[in-house]
């Protein structure tokens, strides 16, 4: 049974989720504040934590920074806050996903079974890719460039994972939301936008001179060695 810890300061909202998942066969533990959050994180281990951003004591984006120092939990965003900049924002925190109120239970368990899906255990890692001078490693999740170490968060290990197992086709950014977040239907391209930003970002390249990461307008995103150039490359 998946343990699920909620950090909300509405008590209706709190009490609603806390049932819905119940019902559903989670063990749900609930706080109303950040740092009552903070502490459950650190001594219980949940399996993943919802987590509002307008919290009483300490700013939810905020928290999202304290947990990634100390933990890999997956945290869902549930918020009223449904402007891009603050999705960005979470996102660039470390936040998994990112669920706007108001909210179904159901679609917050199927966001739920998404990121433990990510997490689980599952068949034997294939061996490194090579793109080029881009090594992508699943066993060890680390990525080099050149030789040189690339430093990425989980979300962006896993779109470039993905993007390198296909490299030189160009896959479409409604297939890497399902594969990459899980979120075949209803999910936002925009996710999918900024994450390739960081990634580009990281790489040493940008929209306007890819060396790697190339957007092919109205289709899709595809990775590729620099010395096999890209054809109607765009911006994201």
Same mark, same amino acid.
């Not at 289709?219 to 994201?236: D, F, H, I, Q, Y």
């Given at each position: 049974m998946?343990?699920?810890l909620v950090?909300e300061?509405?008590d ?6 806390h ?7 989670y063990?749900?533990?609930t706080?109303?504040t ?5 502490e459950?994180v650190?001594?219980?281990g949940?399996?993943?934590?919802l987590l509002?951003?307008?919290?009483p004591d300490i700013d939810?984006l905020?928290?999202i920074s304290?947990?990634?120092t100390?933990?890999?939990?997956p945290?869902?965003?549930i918020?009223?806050r449904?402007?891009d900049?603050?999705m960005?924002?979470a996102?660039?925190?470390g ?12 679609q &917050?368990?199927? @966001?739920? *079974?998404? #990121?433990?899906r990510?997490?689980? $255990?599952?068949s ?8 080029g001078?881009?090594v &992508?490693?699943? @066993?060890? *999740?680390? #990525?080099t460039?050149?030789g040189? $170490?690339v430093e990425?968060a989980r979300k962006e ?8 197992s ?5 896959v479409?950014?409604?297939?890497l ?8 239907w ?5 996710t ?13 390249e940008?929209?306007a001179s890819?060396?790697?990461?190339h957007?092919?307008?109205?289709v899709g ?6 010395e096999e ?8």
């Amino acid at each position: 049974m998946a343990s699920i810890l909620v950090v909300e300061d509405d008590d209706a909202i709190r009490t609603a989720v806390h049932r819905g998942l119940r019902a559903r066969d989670y063990a749900v533990a609930t706080v109303a504040t950040g740092l009552a959050g903070l502490e459950h994180v650190l001594r219980e281990g949940p399996d993943v934590v919802l987590l509002d951003l307008g919290l009483p004591d300490i700013d939810g984006l905020t928290l999202i920074s304290m947990v990634r120092t100390a933990s890999n939990v997956p945290i869902i965003v549930i918020t009223a806050r449904d402007d891009d900049p603050t999705m960005v924002r979470a996102l660039d925190a470390g936040a998994d996903d990112y669920v706007v109120k108001p909210f179904g239970t159901e679609q &917050v368990a199927a @966001r739920i *079974r998404a #990121v433990l899906r990510r997490g689980r $255990p599952g068949s034997t890692p294939t061996p490194a890719l090579k793109v080029g001078g881009l090594v &992508v490693d699943e @066993r060890s *999740r680390t #990525v080099t460039l050149d030789g040189e $170490p690339v430093e990425l968060a989980r979300k962006e290990f896993d779109l470039l994972h993905l993007l390198a197992s296909r490299a030189g086709e160009v896959v479409s950014k409604r297939e890497l939301l399902a594969e990459v977040w899980q979120q075949a239907w209803g999910g936002s391209e925009r996710t999918v936008d900024v994450h390739l930003s960081w990634l580009r970002r990281k790489l040493g390249e940008s929209a306007a001179s890819p060396r790697y990461l190339h957007s092919i307008r109205g289709v899709g995103v595809r990775l590729a060695p620099p010395e096999e150039p890209a054809v109607a490359e765009t911006g994201s």
